[in-house]
């Protein structure tokens, strides 16, 4: 039972930073139409600043300059996207975030080089015992962290003109700009607040238990995207909850790996695919993919 | 700004100055990609206050002109690539944006409403466009449209997409009125509706007039369209080929023929005869004049 307990909250932990990752993926996806595969090296890139600098200037305003760091070169992602390429398609766009995300992981991987950077973060190797429960303080403040700042985003994807734009826009981009929604600024707008997002999520993901930030991180970013697809891609509760069953599926599939042994070892990284596609086999648009809601 | 080039263009310049609230557009020429060209030289004048229809067949390009005024041409890989559209005096050019703050609305084909958003927040997205922010006018806003439409009222909280084609047609004009226009732009709202429903939102349409919107109004329905309209225009192959009074043009000839349904009995040419071979002869010479129509060409359907 404790070990359940430990699991359950390591899940929830990890599910939180999943979530911070795959809801930027989503709301890229939404304003834009593109799946953006630098998202990877955008989290590499708001981690690493973070990880440069909370040595001179704090934790906190490290992290923040990381975010706005990330956010502005993801938002230069989309400039070169709609200046520089007016009018290419979708696809193309697509393709175009995979040159990005090589071009920016070499560099990095050339920064970063061997080494584990740490973030200067506050937790530590820290952890609270409630009763025979052991957590990591790290994991606990990601969690509340997540639900503080998924919290604001929905409330702002809610109620906000942004956010009305940004559904607007998704919804029919053509009936969106005749309500005279700038339809770049929305789009701009989405990836920078994608890329604050995976700056944050860096932080926690090299925080405690993991060694600290090294050049796989962006690789974990993809254990966000079966999160996004199980969500159904264009739904951002959707995004939520399958990055929260994708972190438990996860943190069962570590924390049983001896009795799960029969099924060989590193099935934990494996997991979280299983569960995506045995969801697409049964909802092909993802538990919470665009239904058609018209009646003609 | 740049000397006029032409006499025309001179000529519209010193017009637009003194006409308020009036949409001018002048020898428009469009194409999409390099080689489909829409619109070859259209000229239009919706003056203030009034009701001006555009009537054509399937790709005679009325959905074009209504996408260069409204500004939305880019999204379609459209250009515009002589001749100019203005409102107000103001210059538009082709930013969507733009022309909803300069009070010119449109209301697209098949209305376009957001069908997983509620009522109330595609009549907030409507207002969007607008300059203000303030909460009051956007109240002030909503009750106008629901006091217009009292059937989105009842429906505010309801996901828009389920319900039924009128009032979803209520709703993209509820929708575009939001922002207040001072020239909608309407395209085919009659489009899939039940007689009745038409009835209605003619009726919705003459009210909106009523209270000093001027109307472009663009539809396939000739008999709804001429009834509501001051003018109209019939666009064929992308050119004006008839224009007038409404009144006019719902007596001449080729319009009851082709638009209204009714037979054609006249001893001039052969009404059976090859289409192609009937336009050639007509279009070199004009058979049918009336008061107050210009231009008048055989009407090829």
Known sequence: MIKLTETVLNGLALGSVYALIALGFVVIFKASGVMNFAHGSLLLFGGYVTARLHDAIGFIPAVLVGAALAAALAGLVQLLATRGLRGAEIHTLTILTIGVDVLL??????????????????????????????????????????????????AAFRWSRWGLSMRSAAADPEAAALMGIRLDRVRLIAWCVAGALAALAAVFLAAFPAPGLDRTTSQIALSAFPAAILGGMDSAVGALIGSLVIGLTAAMAAGYQNELSVLGAGFSDVAPYLVMVLVLLVRPTGLFGSKELTRV | MSPPETEAEAEAETQVETEAGTLRVCDLHVSYGRSVQALHGVSLTVPQGRIVAVLGSNGAGKSTLLRAVSGTLALHRGTVERGTVHFDGVRLSGDAARSVAAGVVQVPEGRRIFGALSVEDNLRAGFLGSASRSRAELRAARERVFAQFPVLAERRRQAAGLMSGGEQQMLAMGRALMAAPRLLLLDEPSLGLAPLMVQRIAEIIREINAQGTSILLVEQNAAMALELSDRASVLDVGQVRLEGASADLAAADEVRRLYLGETYETGCGAPDADGDAAYATAASAPSVTGPGLTELGRWNG
């Open chain 1, 105 to 154: 992981s070499t560099e990095l991987n050339r920064q970063v080089g061997a080494d584990y950077l740490t973030m200067g973060d506050p937790w530590g190797a820290d952890v609270t015992r409630l009763g025979s429960i052991t957590v990591a303080d790290a994991r606990i403040a990601s969690i509340a962290v997540a639900i503080i700042v998924i919290g604001a985003f929905f």
